[in-house]
């Protein structure tokens, strides 16, 4: 078979010739009176692609482009997108914007100075696109990872794996002169299983993400991963429902970290200080957490979902710390976040699209490692819950959390009862009460790709953690 | 003053185009979906305007048949002939790959007449009332109790869109729809307690039509109503969902009833399960996208087959599937597509909006006299806490403890079951159908469920 490349979209390269073009809106904006105008120019090339069973089902290639620009006057600001990029629907939409904040476009001539050199971080990823594997080379890998749980599984009734490919190009120009221009790559793989037998049902998902490596999925471990999730799905496919109660638990390294990107991470964003809708807005300074926990958000990781060389509104991410041996330092905040809380932005700034406002997002956010090997962890519990495998989870309006497991093991005398797996289990509760009870954190932190959808839409991030001891949480069951 | 629609996608020209590229394509069929919108929206917070949206999008997608009858397909949203082109030309190579065993066909209903569904168009309106809409409801919400402090989630969207379906055997389906809506999500707390919230949302055809003080009050009403809270007891109770939480709940598990899930191997059903009986006697559930209710009602679907009126469960016993072109035809039994298809290189189904009509069954069971009873307003997380393919759910909930015709708001809880005994094990349905933006139904009572409480 032959390797065909789907062809890009036709929309023309965004780079150094849109400055005269972006430096006309940025004047008009100014010159009608915004306290600072930014635009944002994208373009996309998404592939994906699904395999079940012994075939491939879904090739969808999608091309896509747009600009979102956003005007700021005093604490307001309005925002219109569009995805059109012809010189009229772009000044339409920046009038649009101007318009929402009663301003008009002037007749006089702006003062405003124009943008900087362009600061481009795509140096070194122009052959990105072009180095990814082909559709026949994705589906050869899907087709092996499906294969490979045929041949570990039993009682499967469903095979999937699946892949999606997101290249985009970016352009960020605003009037304090940010002009910065950047090439991203993310790719994404997973498996899920379905495995029945009589009235017993049980269903296992893996996924794992990148960021910027284009030879990312021919170098996914396939074969190990489906080993691992059809083994996962032998013990879970008949273990009892979890009895509702309240249990000392310890939450796996990886995923596991998800409960602290839900639980606290979110009430660390300016966006939740702007609603006035965190229990931690005046708490820098102060303990939130146990001693034992020392979290960070960070987009500098190489390779990492949640990494990226700029954010959405131009600016170099950083290592934040957001709580240091319980204490809280920093919140993470974005462009507006910084006016309109007064912390200072941390790279941060995050949008699905174009057809977003950037909000202050988390990266790659983790518990740090502690002192403790897991046995130690597991043997100070005489009865309780072992949450190898995290499902999603949530976060609502007032900090209440909760968090599907998708595979847990009873915990008696000290000893993990892997002959023991229960299913069902929901772990609910809040920051406030659970970051105190957080008291041991092992030795083994890691990272694991996700996708976090909030304010600005769907970001790619990273969670993780090492093993982690909760000394009691509620646990939603049968 | 209203605004002038941005929304105007010229489908003749598209048609045209798309006939000339594909001939020079040398692709034999096709067909394509355009979606093309223009939304507006405000958020306010503190008598202040926060955020004002606008937005524009167009997304088409096009999928191409190649000389050994497989399938691609692509999406664009650059309708110029260049972008049309390269999309056309993405599909016929992805056709490459289409799935051999069951590629979709155009759907032989796509020409069928159509019943027009008779929702008036409503014209946009300057963003300068929908912030003054918005900052008056906020006003009100503030002012309706001293414990509330803000309205944490609150906006107002307005939205145009215009759908268009064309293929080359000579299918044209053109529809314009318009929507608003508004939500509210007051935050309340007093000293020494745990802050609360809850909230309600409205949709209507348009802003003129939403029911702005419906929705005050019913924001309003249900935060003040879960303030005075108690933990609940872990156990075994008698649940009473609101129509919004059952509705949710069915959607949640609409696989059920879904024949791409069937044929997948994911869905509780299977082919045979036709005429079986899924739920209790009490259970009638159709889909009714043509309801009056059911706003910016689509009158064809992603194939271009027209919506109407399915019978699903009827009186427990599962009637019929939603069916795709595919699913129809692989089904082989005389089933036809129902109007519930989103194209794609795999074409995926889902319901239009769930109408559920029930008996009323045990007559002792009361939202008004109940003891020891849980009634959950609504359902939260349900992306994590449903396994659709395993028939279980575990779902933290708002809801109160009625006790003697008193209600007290639950602290914070779970609930858990399998949607197969739930359905069976419905004991009434209490009061008229009520209307929600994802269908209508009335008060569920069903015995036997965990609910976890927070200790």
């Given at each position: 078979?032959?390797?065909?490349?789907?062809?890009?979209?036709?929309?023309?390269?965004?780079?150094?010739s849109?400055q005269?073009?972006?430096?006309?809106?940025?004047?008009?904006?100014?010159?009608?009176?915004?306290?600072?105008?930014?635009?944002?120019?994208?373009?996309?090339?998404?592939?994906?692609?699904?395999?079940?069973?012994?075939?491939?089902?879904?090739?969808?290639?999608?091309?896509?482009?747009?600009?979102?620009?956003?005007?700021?006057?005093?604490?307001?600001?309005?925002?219109?997108?569009?995805?059109?990029?012809?010189?009229?629907?772009l000044?339409?939409?920046?009038?649009?914007?101007?318009?929402?904040?009663?301003?008009?476009?002037?007749?006089s001539?702006?003062t405003?100075?124009?943008?900087?050199?362009?600061?481009?971080?795509?140096?070194?990823?122009?052959?990105?696109?072009?180095?990814?594997?082909?559709?026949?080379d994705?589906?050869?890998?899907?087709?092996?990872a499906?294969?490979?749980?045929?041949?570990?599984?039993?009682?499967?009734?469903?095979?999937?794996?699946?892949?999606a490919?997101?290249?985009?190009?970016?352009?960020?120009?605003?009037?304090d002169?940010?002009?910065?221009?950047?090439?991203?790559?993310?790719?994404?793989?997973?498996?899920?299983?379905?495995?029945?037998?009589?009235?017993?049902?049980?269903?296992i998902?893996?996924?794992?993400?990148?960021?910027?490596?284009?030879?990312?999925?021919?170098r996914?471990?396939?074969?190990?991963?489906?080993?691992?999730a059809?083994?996962?799905?032998?013990?879970?496919?008949?273990?009892?429902?979890?009895?509702?109660?309240?249990?000392?638990?310890?939450?796996?390294?990886r995923f596991?970290?998800?409960?602290?990107?839900?639980?606290?991470g979110?009430l660390?964003?300016?966006?939740q200080?702007?609603?006035?809708?965190?229990?931690?807005?005046?708490?820098?300074?102060?303990?939130?957490?146990?001693?034992?926990v020392?979290?960070?958000?960070?987009?500098?990781s190489?390779?990492?979902?949640?990494?990226?060389?700029?954010?959405?509104?131009?600016?170099?991410?950083?290592?934040?710390?957001?709580?240091?041996?319980?204490?809280?330092?920093?919140?993470?905040?974005?462009?507006?976040?910084?006016?309109?809380?007064?912390?200072?932005?941390?790279?941060?700034?995050?949008?699905?699209?174009?057809?977003?406002a950037?909000?202050?997002?988390?990266?790659?956010?983790?518990?740090?490692g502690?002192?403790?090997?897991?046995e130690e962890?597991i043997?100070?519990?005489d009865?309780?819950?072992?949450?190898?495998?995290?499902?999603g989870?949530?976060?609502?309006?007032?900090?209440?959390?909760?968090?599907?497991?998708?595979?847990?093991?009873?915990i008696?005398?000290?000893?993990?009862?892997?002959d023991?797996?229960?299913?069902g289990?929901?772990?609910?509760?809040?920051?406030?009460?659970?970051?105190?009870r957080?008291?041991?954190?092992?030795?083994?932190?890691?990272?694991?790709?996700?996708?976090?959808?909030?304010?600005?839409?769907s970001?790619?991030?990273?969670?993780?953690?090492?093993?982690?001891?909760?000394?009691?949480?509620?646990?939603?069951?049968? | 003053?209203?605004?002038?629609?941005?929304?105007?996608l010229?489908?003749?020209?598209?048609?045209?185009?798309?006939?000339?590229?594909?001939?020079r394509?040398?692709?034999?069929?096709?067909?394509?979906?355009?979606?093309?919108?223009?939304d507006?929206?405000?958020?306010?917070?503190?008598?202040?305007?926060?955020?004002?949206?606008?937005?524009?999008?167009?997304?088409?997608?096009?999928?191409?048949?190649?000389?050994?009858?497989?399938?691609?397909?692509?999406?664009?949203?650059?309708?110029?002939?260049?972008?049309?082109?390269?999309?056309l030309?993405?599909?016929?190579?992805?056709?490459?790959?289409g799935?051999?065993?069951?590629?979709?066909?155009?759907?032989?209903q796509?020409?069928?007449?159509?019943?027009?569904?008779?929702?008036p168009q409503?014209?946009?309106?300057?963003?300068?009332?929908?912030?003054?809409?918005?900052?008056?409801?906020?006003?009100?919400?503030l002012?309706?109790?001293?414990?509330?402090?803000?309205?944490?989630?609150?906006?107002?969207?307005?939205?145009?869109r215009?759908?268009?379906?064309?293929?080359?055997?000579?299918?044209?389906?053109?529809?314009?729809?318009?929507?608003?809506?508004?939500?509210?999500?007051p935050?309340?707390?007093?000293?020494?307690r745990?802050?609360?919230?809850?909230?309600?949302?409205?949709?209507?055809?348009?802003?003129?039509?939403?029911?702005?003080?419906?929705?005050?009050?019913?924001?309003?009403?249900?935060?003040?109503?879960?303030?005075?809270?108690?933990?609940?007891d872990?156990g075994?109770?008698?649940?009473?969902f609101?129509?919004?939480?059952?509705?949710?709940?069915?959607?949640?598990?609409?696989?059920m009833?879904?024949a791409?899930?069937?044929?997948d191997?994911?869905?509780?059903?299977q082919?045979?399960?036709?005429?079986?009986?899924?739920?209790?006697?009490?259970?009638?559930?159709?889909?009714?996208?043509?309801?009056?209710?059911?706003?910016?009602?689509?009158?064809?679907?992603?194939?271009?087959?027209?919506?109407?009126?399915?019978?699903?469960?009827?009186?427990?016993?599962?009637?019929?599937?939603?069916?795709?072109?595919?699913?129809?035809?692989?089904?082989?039994?005389?089933?036809?597509?129902?109007?519930?298809?989103?194209?794609?290189?795999?074409?995926?189904i889902?319901?239009?909006?769930l109408?559920?009509?029930?008996?009323r069954?045990?007559?002792?069971l009361?939202?008004?006299?109940?003891?020891?009873?849980?009634?959950?307003d609504s359902?939260?997380?349900?992306?994590a806490?449903?396994?659709?393919?395993?028939?279980?759910?575990s779902?933290?909930?708002?809801?109160?403890?009625?006790?003697?015709?008193?209600?007290?708001?639950?602290?914070?809880?779970?609930?858990?079951?399998?949607?197969?005994?739930?359905?069976?094990?419905?004991?009434?349905?209490?009061?008229?159908?009520?209307?929600?933006?994802?269908?209508r139904?009335?008060?569920?009572?069903?015995e036997?469920?965990?609910?976890?409480?927070?200790?």
């Amino acid at each position: 078979m032959s390797s065909p490349s789907i062809e890009a979209t036709a929309a023309s390269r965004l780079d150094q010739s849109w400055q005269p073009e972006l430096e006309e809106l940025l004047s008009v904006g100014m010159g009608a009176g915004a306290d600072l105008v930014e635009v944002f120019v994208e373009r996309n090339n998404q592939l994906s692609v699904l395999a079940e069973q012994e075939r491939i089902t879904s090739v969808s290639p999608n091309f896509g482009c747009g600009a979102g620009i956003r005007v700021f006057k005093g604490q307001r600001d309005g925002f219109a997108a569009t995805n059109n990029l012809s010189r009229p629907a772009l000044m339409a939409a920046l009038e649009q914007a101007l318009s929402m904040l009663g301003l008009g476009r002037g007749t006089s001539s702006s003062t405003w100075q124009g943008l900087g050199n362009l600061e481009d971080h795509s140096t070194g990823k122009e052959q990105w696109l072009t180095s990814c594997p082909t559709v026949p080379d994705s589906a050869d890998c899907l087709l092996a990872a499906t294969d490979a749980l045929k041949r570990h599984g039993q009682h499967l009734q469903s095979r999937r794996a699946s892949y999606a490919r997101d290249w985009q190009e970016v352009l960020v120009a605003a009037s304090d002169g940010t002009f910065a221009r950047d090439l991203r790559l993310h790719q994404t793989v997973g498996l899920t299983l379905l495995a029945a037998a009589g009235d017993h049902r049980a269903s296992i998902s893996r996924r794992d993400g990148n960021t910027d490596q284009p030879d990312f999925l021919v170098r996914w471990p396939g074969a190990t991963v489906a080993a691992s999730a059809c083994q996962s799905a032998g013990k879970m496919l008949k273990a009892n429902f979890v009895e509702a109660g309240t249990y000392p638990v310890v939450l796996a390294n990886r995923f596991g970290g998800v409960i602290f990107h839900e639980a606290c991470g979110h009430l660390l964003e300016t966006t939740q200080v702007e609603r006035g809708s965190t229990p931690f807005a005046n708490k820098i300074g102060q303990p939130i957490a146990h001693p034992a926990v020392t979290a960070i958000d960070e987009g500098l990781s190489r390779n990492n979902f949640g990494s990226i060389a700029m954010d959405d509104e131009g600016m170099t991410p950083q290592r934040t710390v957001l709580i240091q041996d319980g204490v809280l330092q920093r919140f993470l905040s974005d462009r507006a976040g910084q006016m309109r809380t007064g912390h200072p932005r941390t790279g941060s700034g995050r949008r699905q699209s174009h057809a977003f406002a950037a909000a202050s997002r988390m990266r790659n956010t983790f518990i740090g490692g502690g002192p403790h090997g897991v046995e130690e962890l597991i043997s100070s519990i005489d009865h309780g819950l072992y949450c190898k495998q995290m499902g999603g989870g949530s976060v609502g309006a007032t900090g209440q959390f909760n968090f599907a497991v998708e595979e847990a093991y009873w915990i008696e005398n000290g000893c993990l009862r892997e002959d023991k797996p229960v299913k069902g289990a929901t772990l609910i509760g809040d920051a406030v009460t659970v970051l105190p009870r957080i008291s041991m954190c092992a030795n083994d932190e890691d990272l694991a790709a996700g996708f976090c959808g909030s304010i600005s839409g769907s970001v790619y991030v990273t969670v993780g953690q090492p093993h982690i001891k909760v000394d009691r949480i509620t646990v939603g069951g049968r | 003053m209203t605004t002038p629609s941005p929304v105007a996608l010229d489908g003749s020209a598209l048609q045209e185009q798309l006939t000339e590229t594909t001939s020079r394509l040398a692709i034999p069929m096709w067909d394509l979906g355009v979606t093309s919108s223009y939304d507006t929206s405000v958020q306010v917070d503190h008598g202040e305007p926060k955020q004002l949206k606008a937005r524009q999008s167009t997304m088409a997608m096009v999928r191409v048949w190649n000389d050994e009858g497989l399938v691609g397909i692509t999406s664009t949203n650059d309708l110029s002939p260049l972008g049309l082109t390269a999309a056309l030309q993405g599909a016929k190579q992805a056709s490459r790959f289409g799935d051999t065993q069951r590629p979709p066909r155009l759907s032989p209903q796509a020409q069928d007449p159509i019943t027009p569904i008779k929702q008036p168009q409503h014209s946009i309106q300057p963003i300068q009332l929908l912030l003054n809409h918005l900052l008056e409801a906020e006003r009100q919400v503030l002012h309706s109790h001293p414990a509330i402090s803000t309205v944490t989630y609150n906006g107002l969207n307005q939205g145009q869109r215009e759908r268009l379906y064309i293929n080359s055997a000579g299918a044209w389906r053109k529809q314009n729809t318009t929507s608003a809506t508004l939500w509210l999500y007051p935050r309340a707390e007093e000293p020494g307690r745990k802050p609360r919230s809850a909230g309600a949302v409205r949709v209507a055809p348009g802003v003129d039509a939403l029911d702005l003080e419906g929705c005050i009050g019913e924001a309003t009403d249900r935060t003040i109503s879960h303030l005075d809270y108690a933990p609940i007891d872990t156990g075994i109770y008698t649940v009473c969902f609101s129509p919004e939480a059952f509705l949710d709940l069915l959607w949640a598990f609409s696989t059920m009833v879904n024949a791409q899930a069937v044929l997948d191997g994911i869905s509780l059903s299977q082919r045979d399960s036709l005429g079986t009986q899924v739920a209790s006697s009490l259970l009638t559930v159709a889909d009714h996208a043509h309801h009056p209710a059911h706003v910016a009602a689509p009158e064809f679907d992603g194939e271009g087959t027209p919506t109407r009126h399915l019978l699903l469960i009827e009186s427990g016993y599962l009637r019929h599937f939603l069916h795709s072109e595919g699913t129809a035809r692989a089904f082989a039994d005389g089933s036809v597509a129902t109007g519930h298809a989103t194209m794609g290189a795999k074409v995926t189904i889902g319901p239009q909006w769930l109408d559920v009509e029930g008996e009323r069954g045990d007559t002792s069971l009361s939202c008004q006299h109940s003891n020891s009873v849980v009634l959950i307003d609504s359902l939260s997380a349900l992306h994590a806490g449903v396994k659709a393919s395993q028939g279980s759910f575990s779902l933290p909930f708002d809801g109160w403890l009625l006790s003697g015709g008193e209600r007290r708001s639950i602290e914070a809880a779970t609930v858990a079951g399998d949607i197969r005994s739930t359905l069976h094990n419905i004991l009434a349905c209490e009061g008229a159908p009520q209307c929600t933006p994802n269908g209508r139904a009335p008060h569920v009572w069903v015995e036997g469920l965990t609910i976890t409480g927070e200790a």
